[in-house]
Structures are given as structure tokens and as C-alpha cells.
């Protein structure tokens, strides 16, 4: 069961969009719907983002919005902000009742 | 509000068995999936396992040999055993749940180091 890829790290400036990438294989994030996004600011527990793809929980700011595209979801942020500032972390069904990460990405707001 | 708290030792000895208990708060453990997550320092998470208020358990291939995910319904909580650890067990252990399905996660706890070292 290998780990999902991610970029290592990206940035970007106030008010722009960035975009992560998470890159799997058919067996996971190419064969189900079930991608979720988690947000991890230094000490702290992930927090959930998205889910189902592209579902957002209750609270979490429209400026996040997920996709996916065969065997490669995508989480975009728009409007950064210097909260946004935080690693970035995605996981996929894997099948047979099982997950699996990416190695995370860490967002660096310039 | 269900709030997640992780305990116990932070630190094991090379080739013990790893113990840790993640305390439910604010709603009850019935009708949600209890998981744990780890994440070695400076690393990604990965996914342990997890057990569903039934009794029903599902572990990462990669771990089930090594794994137990137990739960106390009266008591309100869930626990992790993980067996004949080494260092590459060393990792923030995060319990976590999700109401009606283990695709994600909703509510994480603080998380709790644990390092495996002699």
C-alpha cells in the first residue's frame, strides 16, 4: 500500500490561488470518490477541509474547493490568506475497508 | 461536540507493546467509526485502523499483524495496541472519529508523542 504523492511544498502571495496536487493510482484515489483534504497547522491536530472529493464541511471557508481528475485529486485555495499558511495533507479509500495519505505538502504564504 | 483526548506512555521500550487510550467526550461512542492515525516526526500520516461502535474492526494491511483497536463502550472510550514495536513506531498517535462512515475524518484529539527507545 503506497502512499499518496504530493508536492513537498508550494507557495504563493496574499489574494493569489494555489493548487496541490495528490496523485494516486486506480486502486485508490482513481477508483473511488472518497478523497478527503485535512489542514495541519505546526502542533496542531489535522483538521478536515474537504471530503467526498469535493464536499466541504460546515465552517470551512468557500475559498477551499477540491477536484479530481482519474488518478490525481487537487485541492486549490483561493484568496490565500496568512492562515492558510500550513501543511496540507490528502487521503484516499484504498479499498478493502482501508486509507492512505499523501506525505503532506507544507503551504508557505510569502 | 464530540471531543477526542489520547493517553498514556510516551515512552516504550524496543520490542514491548505500545498502549494507548483515546477518551470520548461530548457524545457517545455508539453509531460512530473510532480510528487511530499516526505521524512519525517531520512525516505524513498514516492510517492504523479502526472500530465500529458494533465490535467490528479493519487495520492497514501494513500493521494488522502487530495491531489491536479495542473499544469500552460503558467507559466511553477506544484503545490502540500496537505489539513488538521499534523505533520506526515512534510517532504523534492521533485518535480520531467520524459519524456513519471511515472514509474521513471528522474529529481528531490533540494527539500524543510516543517514542520507542531503550
Known amino acids: 500500500q503506497s502512499a499518496l504523492t504530493q508536492p513537498r511544498s508550494v507557495s504563493g502571495s496574499p489574494g493569489q490561488s494555489v493548487t496541490i496536487s495528490c496523485t494516486g493510482a486506480?486502486?485508490?484515489?482513481?477508483?473511488?470518490?472518497?478523497v478527503s483534504w485535512y489542514q495541519q497547522h505546526p502542533g496542531k491536530a489535522p483538521k478536515l477541509i474537504i471530503y467526498?472529493?469535493?464536499k466541504r464541511p460546515s465552517g470551512v471557508p468557500d475559498r477551499f474547493s477540491g477536484s479530481k481528475s482519474g488518478n490525481t485529486a487537487s485541492l486549490t485555495i483561493s484568496g490565500l490568506q496568512a492562515e492558510d499558511e500550513a501543511d496540507y495533507h490528502c487521503?484516499?479509500?484504498?479499498?478493502?475497508?482501508?486509507?492512505?495519505f499523501g506525505g503532506g505538502t507544507k503551504l508557505t504564504v510569502l | 461536540q464530540v471531543q477526542l483526548q489520547e493517553s498514556g506512555p510516551g515512552l516504550v521500550k524496543p520490542s514491548e507493546t505500545l498502549s494507548l487510550t483515546c477518551t470520548v467526550s461530548?457524545?457517545?461512542?455508539?453509531?460512530?467509526?473510532w480510528s487511530w492515525i499516526r505521524q512519525p516526526p517531520g512525516k505524513g500520516l498514516e492510517y492504523i485502523g479502526y472500530?465500529?461502535?458494533?465490535?467490528?474492526?479493519k487495520y492497514n494491511p501494513s500493521l494488522k499483524s502487530r495491531v489491536t483497536i479495542s473499544a469500552d463502550t460503558s467507559e466511553n472510550h477506544f484503545s490502540l495496541k500496537l505489539s513488538s514495536v521499534t523505533a520506526a513506531d515512534t510517532a504523534v498517535y492521533y485518535c480520531?472519529?467520524?459519524?456513519?462512515?471511515?472514509?474521513?475524518?471528522?474529529?481528531w484529539g490533540q494527539g500524543t508523542l510516543v517514542t520507542v527507545s531503550s
Open positions: 461530548g457524545g457517545s461512542i455508539s453509531s460512530y467509526y
Open positions: 472500530i465500529y461502535y458494533t465490535g467490528s474492526t
Open positions: 480520531a472519529s467520524t459519524y456513519g462512515d471511515y472514509v474521513k475524518f471528522d474529529y
Open positions: 487521503c484516499s479509500y484504498a479499498g478493502s475497508y482501508t486509507l492512505v
Open positions: 486506480s486502486r485508490d484515489v482513481g477508483g473511488y470518490n472518497y
Open positions: 467526498d472529493v469535493t
